[in-house]
Nanobody, 116 residues
């Protein structure tokens, strides 16, 4: 059974930092394209960052470029999203996603709230 478990969300002040983790079981993150999405009420889920299965290519939404960094630790079977210079508009539920061909798995999400 595949499980993706996100952690690291919380309340942070504008300009602060958080690191989200996505611990995987039942699949090997090193052979999947791994993605972070976010969603706010009434809006579609937005792709924030992605890293290819080889780890050689990363992509970011324009809104987070230069502030967020996606990475993976194959030994820990975990993917991370380092978020810095956080803004109130980054407030959302953040979801981890693993994708390979027609296989698509999601975590349960972790809330990030940026507020003073």
């Amino acid at each position: 059974q595949v499980q993706l478990v996100e952690s690291g969300g919380g309340l942070v002040q504008p300009g602060g930092s958080l690191r989200l983790s996505c611990a995987a079981s039942g699949l090997i993150v090193g052979v999947y394209n791994m993605n972070w999405y976010r969603q706010t009420p009434g809006k579609e889920r937005e792709l924030v960052a992605s890293i290819t299965s080889t780890g050689s290519i990363t992509n970011y939404a324009n809104s987070v470029k230069g502030r967020f960094t996606i990475s993976r630790d194959n030994a820990k079977n975990t993917v991370y999203l380092q978020m810095s210079s956080l803004k109130p508009e980054d407030t959302a539920v953040y979801y981890c996603n693993a994708q390979k061909f027609s296989n698509n798995f999601w975590g349960q999400g972790t809330q990030v709230t940026v507020s003073s």
